[in-house]
């Protein structure tokens, strides 16, 4: 546990120098603060609107797991059947890399259509925009296996699915968590822009809604507590993962070589 | 009745220099362009009795791996016609599976076989009380020393049920002391278990320790230049001069003879 501590040690303490500086440009006059609230402003604010906050919090956080999810399976899914079909991979791929410069803004208005104002439109928003590293991610990984291994599996009589699953899937594993990594960290942007360009019910849905909503009535110091909460989110997201790697693919953590 | 038998074998690949790299590609010459070919083997005619130990010897490049890569149906020859009874191969590299401890690496090909993994693991945990490697079962590779992999790798290759062992410079990545060590432990090893074996080695000493018959191969391309037979007891000494004397004799063959 004091290890841990430790190692957060550099992180927090930039944070402290980064905010006492913010603080300071702020008081000293350098900027307008309903331009640019100093933290202490943004501190209250995280306070004071705790409860509003953690409302929000809950609803981002589920698009964001669930989004995520989809976009995991879908895109790990997409990743194998572009492995095992060459001609697939001439099909799809081109599409997926495309795909990622749709402006949400663009499709906003039937997805909305097709499935409403509620939570779908949202998560396939975050999913589209998570899918394509983990694709990638997974590609890569699985075509990086050591031809020799698989040359093995065949001396072994494997068949291709089992090349698959002793060899390569356990190969490709590590590089499609990392994929993951990425995913999540855009993730949280991700809903984001699904939450501020998909109409929603309500006037309370998520972080994101939120922010635009106090963007537009000028309660910049609310605006930047919300946006403290997505960055703290996307930085225990991303840890989670990392701890659940170790967990899935031990092998590749040697001892002493943790580099996250 | 032999249990391996190639005659007239002939292997060439077509050679293609790229980014400062060599890469063999399989190939008969179909580039058109005949000097890039290069000739792995020529005209090799070779026989293994049931039972019996072969050693394949020579400089490298003589198409030793490409030999044992024939005789498991990785590969085709040009030319010539290749019989054998199933073999199984173990590699120059141990390519033990990472993300699979010791016991599960060594039951690999039970696991392929679809035996229950209880059922393939207890089979070859009684090989690794046999072999030295009691208590190491549950350890992943990267823990284990060089000389603990082979004999995972040989108990992997034993364990493939194979009437045919295949085995590629088993040793030639170890220090010399652990070689001497391991020679020793895969002589007995086959007293108790006979196969009939063929040893890819550039170890001269070592195929005549293990050997029941030596073939000398000569390189670019590889063609056969010498057949010792040992027909001494067992175990062996590398003191004896009856050793010393057809160590002398293969290594006159490749062209080195000691001091004369």
Same mark, same amino acid.
């Given at each position: 546990m004091r290890r841990g501590v430790l190692k957060a040690l550099p992180?927090?303490?930039?944070?402290?120098?980064?905010?006492?500086?913010?603080?300071?440009?702020?008081?000293?006059?350098?900027?307008?603060?309903?331009?640019?609230?100093?933290?202490?402003?943004?501190?209250?604010?995280?306070?004071?609107?705790?409860?509003?906050?953690?409302?929000?919090?809950?609803?981002?956080?589920?698009?964001?797991?669930?989004?995520?999810?989809?976009?995991?399976?879908?895109?790990?899914? /997409? $990743?194998?059947? %572009?492995?095992?079909?060459?001609?697939?991979?001439? &099909?799809?791929?081109?599409? !997926?890399?495309?795909?990622?410069?749709?402006?949400?803004?663009?499709?906003a208005a039937p997805l909305v259509f097709w499935w409403g104002f509620g939570i779908f439109p949202k998560l396939f928003v975050i999913a589209l925009i998570c899918f394509f590293p983990v694709v990638v991610t997974t590609v890569d990984g699985l075509a990086a296996v050591d031809p020799d291994q698989l040359k093995l599996l065949r001396t072994l009589d494997a068949s291709r699915w089992q090349a698959f699953r002793f060899a390569e899937l356990p190969a490709a594993l590590p590089a499609a968590l990392s994929g993951a990594r990425i995913a999540l960290a855009v993730g949280v942007i991700g809903a984001f822009i699904a939450e501020t360009s998909t109409a929603t019910t309500?006037?309370?849905?998520? /972080? $994101?809604?939120? %922010?635009?909503?106090?963007?537009?009535?000028?309660? &910049?110091?609310?605006?930047? !507590?919300?946006?403290?909460?997505?960055?703290?989110?996307?930085?225990?997201?991303?840890?989670?993962?990392?701890?659940?790697?170790?967990?899935?693919?031990?092998?590749?953590?040697?001892p002493g070589g943790d580099s996250r | 009745m032999g249990a391996v038998s190639l005659s007239g074998v002939s292997r060439t690949y077509a050679q293609e220099r790229a980014t400062g790299q060599t890469r063999t590609r399989r190939g008969t010459?179909?580039?058109?362009?005949?000097?890039?070919?290069?000739?792995?083997?020529?005209?090799?005619?070779?026989?293994?009795?049931?039972?019996?130990?072969?050693?394949?010897?020579?400089?490298?490049?003589?198409?030793?791996?490409?030999?044992?890569?024939l005789i498991c149906g990785l590969q085709s020859p040009d030319a010539g016609t290749v019989r054998s009874e199933p073999a199984a191969l173990m590699p120059q590299r141990d390519l033990l599976l990472p993300w699979l401890s010791a016991v599960d690496n060594a039951a690999l090909a039970l696991r392929i076989a679809k035996r229950p993994r209880?059922?393939?693991?207890?089979?070859?945990?009684?090989?690794?009380?046999?072999?030295?490697?009691?208590?190491?079962?549950?350890?992943?590779?990267?823990?284990?020393?060089?000389?603990?992999?082979?004999?995972?790798?040989?108990?992997?290759?034993?364990?493939?049920?194979?009437p045919v062992l295949c085995l590629d410079e088993p040793f030639g990545a170890l220090d010399a002391i652990t070689r001497a060590e391991m020679q020793g432990w895969l002589a007995r090893a086959l007293a108790r278990e006979p196969r009939t074996v063929v040893l890819v080695t550039h170890d001269v000493e070592e195929a005549v320790l293990l050997a029941d018959r030596v073939a000398v191969l000569c390189a670019r391309p590889g063609r056969v230049v010498a057949e010792l037979e040992i027909a001494l007891p067992r175990p062996r000494a590398r003191t004896d001069p009856a050793v010393v004397a057809l160590r002398e004799r293969a290594l006159i063959a490749l062209g080195l003879g000691g001091d004369s």
């Amino acid at each position: 546990m004091r290890r841990g501590v430790l190692k957060a040690l550099p992180a927090v303490l930039l944070a402290a120098v980064a905010l006492g500086a913010w603080e300071l440009y702020v008081d000293l006059g350098g900027v307008d603060p309903a331009l640019l609230p100093p933290p202490h402003a943004v501190a209250a604010a995280l306070w004071d609107n705790a409860d509003l906050l953690w409302h929000n919090f809950t609803i981002t956080a589920e698009e964001v797991m669930l989004g995520l999810g989809l976009a995991l399976i879908g895109g790990f899914a /997409l $990743g194998v059947a %572009i492995h095992f079909s060459p001609l697939l991979r001439r &099909a799809a791929y081109p599409h !997926a890399v495309g795909s990622q410069a749709v402006p949400i803004a663009v499709i906003a208005a039937p997805l909305v259509f097709w499935w409403g104002f509620g939570i779908f439109p949202k998560l396939f928003v975050i999913a589209l925009i998570c899918f394509f590293p983990v694709v990638v991610t997974t590609v890569d990984g699985l075509a990086a296996v050591d031809p020799d291994q698989l040359k093995l599996l065949r001396t072994l009589d494997a068949s291709r699915w089992q090349a698959f699953r002793f060899a390569e899937l356990p190969a490709a594993l590590p590089a499609a968590l990392s994929g993951a990594r990425i995913a999540l960290a855009v993730g949280v942007i991700g809903a984001f822009i699904a939450e501020t360009s998909t109409a929603t019910t309500g006037p309370y849905a998520g /972080l $994101g809604h939120e %922010i635009m909503a106090d963007l537009n009535s000028l309660q &910049a110091p609310r605006e930047y !507590a919300a946006t403290a909460v997505l960055f703290l989110f996307a930085i225990a997201c991303f840890y989670t993962l990392t701890v659940a790697e170790r967990r899935l693919a031990p092998w590749t953590t040697r001892p002493g070589g943790d580099s996250r | 009745m032999g249990a391996v038998s190639l005659s007239g074998v002939s292997r060439t690949y077509a050679q293609e220099r790229a980014t400062g790299q060599t890469r063999t590609r399989r190939g008969t010459g179909t580039t058109g362009n005949p000097e890039r070919a290069v000739r792995a083997l020529a005209d090799v005619s070779l026989h293994a009795d049931r039972g019996e130990v072969l050693a394949v010897v020579g400089p490298s490049g003589c198409g030793k791996t490409t030999l044992l890569e024939l005789i498991c149906g990785l590969q085709s020859p040009d030319a010539g016609t290749v019989r054998s009874e199933p073999a199984a191969l173990m590699p120059q590299r141990d390519l033990l599976l990472p993300w699979l401890s010791a016991v599960d690496n060594a039951a690999l090909a039970l696991r392929i076989a679809k035996r229950p993994r209880a059922q393939a693991r207890e089979r070859a945990s009684a090989l690794f009380a046999e072999l030295g490697l009691a208590g190491f079962e549950e350890a992943h590779p990267h823990k284990l020393s060089g000389g603990m992999r082979q004999r995972v790798a040989f108990v992997r290759t034993l364990l493939s049920g194979k009437p045919v062992l295949c085995l590629d410079e088993p040793f030639g990545a170890l220090d010399a002391i652990t070689r001497a060590e391991m020679q020793g432990w895969l002589a007995r090893a086959l007293a108790r278990e006979p196969r009939t074996v063929v040893l890819v080695t550039h170890d001269v000493e070592e195929a005549v320790l293990l050997a029941d018959r030596v073939a000398v191969l000569c390189a670019r391309p590889g063609r056969v230049v010498a057949e010792l037979e040992i027909a001494l007891p067992r175990p062996r000494a590398r003191t004896d001069p009856a050793v010393v004397a057809l160590r002398e004799r293969a290594l006159i063959a490749l062209g080195l003879g000691g001091d004369s």
